[in-house]
């Protein structure tokens, strides 16, 4: 999460929560149909979705692998704007 006034030793997850978007996604007029993406530190929320630890079955395993591969295309889109 990208949020400047916030030091690097914070974690991601504990931003979240204290990020409107949070309390937006929680309340019952969510901002949009929509998903969140995050790492396995993230809280499991119905809006947030995380990687499934310790994957048994073909379905969660290819879950895994289109979770990890989007989270990367915006992690490196997010590097790019860092840039920038």
Same mark, same amino acid.
């Given at each position: 999460?990208?949020?400047? *006034?916030? %030091?690097? #030793?914070? =974690?991601?997850?504990r931003i979240l929560r204290e990020y409107t978007l949070f ?5 019952? *007029?969510? %901002?949009? #149909?929509? =998903? ?20 048994? #079955? ?5 879950y895994n692998t289109a979770h990890c591969g989007t989270r ?13």
């Amino acid at each position: 999460m990208l949020i400047a *006034n916030w %030091p690097n #030793s914070v =974690y991601d997850a504990r931003i979240l929560r204290e990020y409107t978007l949070f309390a937006d996604f929680e309340s019952r *007029n969510k %901002p949009s #149909s929509g =998903y969140i993406l995050g790492d396995s530190g993230y809280m499991l929320h119905e809006w947030l979705l995380t990687p499934v630890l310790n994957a048994q #079955s073909q379905k969660e395993m290819m879950y895994n692998t289109a979770h990890c591969g989007t989270r990367c295309t915006t992690k490196r889109c997010t590097g790019v704007v860092k840039c920038r």
